[in-house]
């Protein structure tokens, strides 16, 4: 008997020096592979083959905006394609940051080809954007809420009123963007924790903030409603707004793809209580590139205590079944035996 399933799809930065080959690893479908191939030699840009299966990683090449946004966007659709429909009844889809855009892909708002167009076209616009984003936790060891750590975020973003901002609600983190200025005295005024934070994001702007309003307002230009098709999935966006199948609103899902979330805070977050809330799916699955959803997903839902968790604890001993609640494409023993 199938089971309901929520997919995720995975953001900025999942494409790394691990992932490499993963797309040629798991594309059953190369017709799939080749649209994408056919928009990027179009556009004079290397090809979605040609940069996963370079011998070595290449930060230069591999985290260049335009590149890591074609990869992370391959990556997603071939793994959406590759859920077994005889297992699985997808109900929802909803992402992270820019995995909004691989949502549209998988809801079919925007064909495969047309999906990666848009994908390297805002990879391109928001990439010229100013400013820089940190990541910094507001959780404890245990997964749980650490107010301390909240409150001295909120203290930064008082203290740079309109120069730094809530780039991304992420789980149990804090992602923050803002002109180059106030990330930098932001991260000097906040105490060092778990040896890795407060953690500069590189090759980031300051995403889902009034510094993109430039990219924003040309991507309008550049993609109208009409180039929008009815989702044939639900989708929940970055405000916890879902989108129903076949009854959306393609202008206003426009304004919000291509303006709303690309100025303001993306609260992923909520996108997923919301799913769970609203589709209480009996899984949910995680796209890769990568598995790094993972922790900001469970600490998501023990939020709002979600099936009983409440800890980190309760997460990895529900994890530890023989059938495991959040299933992650970018781990072989999940892939393979659960979702393939």
């Known amino acids: ?59 230069s090449t591999h985290l260049k905006a335009e590149n890591a946004a074609a990869l992370i966007f391959a990556a997603g659709m071939v793994d959406y394609r590759s859920i077994n429909p ?4 997808v109900v929802a889809v909803t992402g992270n940051s820019m995995g909004w855009y691989t949502a549209l892909g998988c809801a079919g708002v925007l064909a495969a080809d047309s999906g990666m167009q848009l994908v390297t076209d805002m990879a391109l616009l928001t990439a010229t954007g100013a400013g820089a984003q940190f990541i910094y936790p507001v959780i404890d060891e245990n997964w749980c809420p650490d107010p301390t750590r909240s409150a001295l975020v909120q203290q930064q973003l008082t203290k740079h009123h309109g120069d730094l901002f809530m780039s991304i609600v992420y789980g149990g983190y804090a992602v923050l963007a803002g002109s180059e200025a106030a990330v930098k005295a932001a991260m000097a ?35 109208p409603a009409t180039r929008f098709n009815q989702p044939q999935l ?7 707004q879902v989108w129903p199948n076949f009854g959306s ?21 909520k996108a997923l209580q919301v799913a769970v809330k609203e589709f209480a799916p009996e899984h949910i699955i995680l796209l890769g590139p990568g598995a790094s959803l993972g922790g900001a997903v469970a600490q998501s839902l023990i939020q709002i205590g979600w099936q009983g968790l409440k ?10 079944s023989d059938r495991p609640y959040v299933l992650s494409m970018g781990l072989p023993e999940q892939r393979h035996h659960e979702v393939c």
Request: proline share 4%; aromatic share 10%; charged share 20%.
């Open 189 to 223: 005024a906040l105490p060092p924790c778990d040896d890795r934070f407060p953690l500069l994001l590189p090759s980031h702007a300051a995403f889902h903030t009034r510094f993109m309003q430039a990219a924003s307002d040309n991507a309008l230009a550049l993609w």
């Open 86 to 89: 005889e297992q699985f009844d």
């Open 249 to 269: 609103d393609l202008a206003a899902l426009q304004r919000y793809t291509l303006q709303h979330q690309v100025c303001q805070t993306y609260d992923f977050s």
């Open 1 to 59: 008997m199938k089971k309901t399933a929520l997919v995720v799809c995975p953001g900025r930065g999942t494409y790394n020096k691990a992932e490499l080959g993963y797309i040629s690893q798991h594309a059953k479908d190369r017709a799939l592979l080749a649209q994408f191939d056919a928009v990027r030699a179009d556009a004079g840009l290397a090809t979605v083959t040609e940069l996963d299966s370079q011998t070595l990683f290449s930060r």
């Open 311 to 320: 800890s980190k604890q309760d997460f990895v001993t529900a994890q530890q």
């Open 234 to 240: 639900p989708m929940i966006d970055g405000r916890g």
